[in-house]
């Protein structure tokens, strides 16, 4: 069975620009979250969807916000980009009424 | 809130030697406890997981035990091989804390040397 997938792996962008990052879970999982991880914050819970809805939300400002596709794929999106969202974005998938996560490799995002 | 407490690295080993990571944690509920890994460049893999007081998850040589008394998922492995150097991050999931939500320490960073 395919892990979880996320694109692109790399992403480097100017300070005032926006990004969308994508997420495929693992076939099955309906339950997608993310995390940001910098060397400083460490791993930092940004939200989980499961059937299309946020059921969960980390405190992150609302420049920081989310999607999920009916095939449980999701994507998520930074507006106005600050220096310090650079960092790797996690995405993770879980099967329903689980606890256990499984993450993608993550995109670097690097915003200069 | 919930909170998990990593022993701080780096921790520096030669191969062969015994390794203990500690973790500790609050939590408002009754958590599940994992121990995930990370090699450099690469996401966090699951490596092991207990669900309730006193379960002992393993795998691959590691094993920890939910101790419920005193708060604690400790991190073990006999005989630590350079493939195992890597960033070591203790986690909850507390039911009470809503959904897909895991907390994480801040990370234990261990160095195997042959």
């Known amino acids: 069975k395919a892990g979880v997938t996320q694109t692109p792996r790399y992403l480097i962008k100017t300070r005032g620009q926006q990004v969308t990052l994508s997420c495929s879970p693992i076939?099955?999982?309906?339950?997608v979250s993310w995390y940001q991880q910098t060397p400083g914050q460490g791993l930092q819970f940004l939200f989980e969807?499961?059937?299309?809805?946020?059921?969960n939300k980390g405190n992150f400002p609302g420049r920081f916000s989310g999607r999920q596709f009916s095939n449980s794929r999701s994507e998520m999106n930074v507006s106005t980009l600050e220096l310090g969202d650079s960092a790797l974005y996690l995405c993770?998938?879980?099967?329903?009424?689980?606890?256990?996560?499984?993450f993608g490799p993550g995109t670097r995002l690097t915003v200069t | 809130g919930n909170s998990v407490t990593q022993m701080e690295g780096p921790v520096t080993l030669s191969e062969e030697a015994f390794l203990t990571i500690n973790c500790t944690y609050t939590?408002?509920?009754?958590?599940?406890l994992f121990w995930y890994v990370q090699y450099p460049g690469e996401g966090l893999q699951l490596l092991l997981k207990a669900t309730k007081a006193d379960d002992k998850g393993s795998n691959k040589g590691f094993e920890a035990t939910y101790r419920k008394e005193t708060t604690s998922f400790h991190l073990e492995k006999g005989s630590v091989q350079v493939s195992d150097s890597a960033v070591y991050f203790c986690a909850l999931s507390d039911q009470t804390d809503s959904w897909g939500k895991l907390q994480f320490g801040a990370g234990t960073q261990v160095v195997v040397t042959p």
């Open positions: 969807y499961f059937s299309e809805t946020q059921r």
């Open positions: 939590a408002t509920g009754y958590p599940s």
């Open positions: 993770a998938s879980s099967f329903e009424g689980s606890y256990e996560q499984y």
């Open positions: 076939s099955g999982h309906r339950s």
